[in-house]
């Protein structure tokens, strides 16, 4: 059994910082791939930054410069530090793991996801 749980949402005036954590605990899962995904009000799931377990980062053309994904391997968290909010990020946020063989800012490839965390901007 696999558990993803999120933590650091919160509401933000435009321009303002939160940092989103997601810590897994359980055992017989694998990945290669941890993520952040959003998905706002009538709009579709989107992909916002993806990390793999050797490092390396990817992020949508929206959050960069401004987000900031990172792990610390020894606590299995990821951190997502959200800089210069915008109204437009307002959302819920998840977090995933799985064995991604596809893009990784793409939902489908993902097994395992938390039940998300709110973020709302305003301006």
């Known amino acids: 059994q696999v558990q993803l749980v999120e933590s650091g949402g919160g509401s933000v005036q435009a321009g303002g910082s939160l940092r989103l954590s997601c810590a897994a605990s359980g055992s017989g899962y694998s990945r290669n791939w941890m993520g952040w995904f959003r998905q706002a009000p009538g709009k579709e799931r989107e992909g916002v930054a993806a990390i793999y377990s050797g490092g390396g980062r990817t992020y949508a053309d929206s959050v960069k410069g401004r987000f900031s994904i990172s792990q610390d391997n020894a606590k299995n968290t990821v951190y997502l530090q959200m800089n210069s909010l915008k109204p437009e990020d307002s959302a819920m946020y998840y977090c995933?793991?799985?064995?991604?063989?596809?893009?990784?800012?793409?939902?489908?490839?993902?097994?395992?996801w938390g039940q998300g965390t709110q973020v709302t901007v305003s301006s």
């Open positions: 995933a793991a799985g064995l991604v063989a596809g893009p990784p800012l793409t939902p489908r490839g993902y097994s395992y």
